[in-house]
């Protein structure tokens, strides 16, 4: 595998449901991120991890829990989600260091019934 | 805080047509300027960047040159094709400490018509 790989691809849930959301990096960085792309609207930062410590949580819902165990791996933990959550879902990985541009997976494709 | 606009789409083209994408945008320091390309059903794909002013990205026959003096970033290609139909977002960069994060503009789509 190289670049960064997302998994699943596709995901339906309910309401009730608890689910996660995989992102793994190839790349040797050190900071990930998650978005959230609706339709008409701009991608929206959710979390920043740097060096595997959280550094940003963009006013985030609390049913949206992440994770970062090491460095190459971030989870995106879902409960109790709502309709409005449907989304593509983005993780992306970069260097800590000058101006290194972001990595991104292809997405998870969320919709919540 | 910092800020990307881009012209609003669809952007509907002939096929060799030329393309011009607007970007604008406002930040404090010396952000670098990104393009990113979405096709259908993927995620977001580096297109080229510039880091500081008067540099010029390019790629695939893509360009754009950092305009510190305009503020702007604009995306040109000489001749379109079909399969350059996708989603195309400017983004600058915004750091903090030693975490960057991106500023996206709204996205633009472009269809390339035969």
């Known amino acids: 595998e190289t670049g960064v790989t997302q998994t699943p691809r596709h995901l339906v849930m309910g309401m009730t449901n608890k689910k996660s959301l995989k992102c793994e990096q190839h790349l040797g960085h050190n900071a990930m991120y998650w978005y959230k792309q609706s339709a008409k609207k701009p991608l929206e930062l959710m979390f920043v991890?740097?060096?595997?410590?959280?550094?940003e949580n963009n006013s985030v819902p609390s049913r949206f829990s992440p994770e970062c165990p090491n460095s190459s791996h971030l989870f995106l933990h879902l409960h109790t989600l709502q309709p409005e959550d449907s989304a593509l879902y983005l993780c992306a990985s970069s260097q800590v260091r000058g101006r290194d541009e972001q990595f991104f997976g292809p997405g998870t494709r969320l919709t919540v019934l | 805080g910092d800020s990307v606009t881009q012209m609003e789409g669809p952007v509907t083209l002939s096929e060799e047509a030329f393309l011009t994408i607007n970007c604008t945008y406002t930040a404090t320091g010396y952000p670098s300027l990104f393009w990113y390309v979405q096709y259908p059903g993927e995620g977001l794909q580096l297109l080229l960047k510039a880091t500081k002013a008067d540099d010029k990205g390019s790629n695939k026959g893509f360009e754009a040159t950092y305009r510190k003096e305009t503020t702007s970033f604009h995306l040109e290609k000489g001749s379109v094709q079909v399969s350059d139909s996708a989603v195309y977002f400017c983004a600058l960069s915004d750091w903090t400490g030693n975490t960057g994060k991106l500023i996206f503009g709204q996205g633009t789509t472009l269809q390339v018509k035969p």
């Open positions: 991890y740097s060096l595997e410590e959280r550094v």
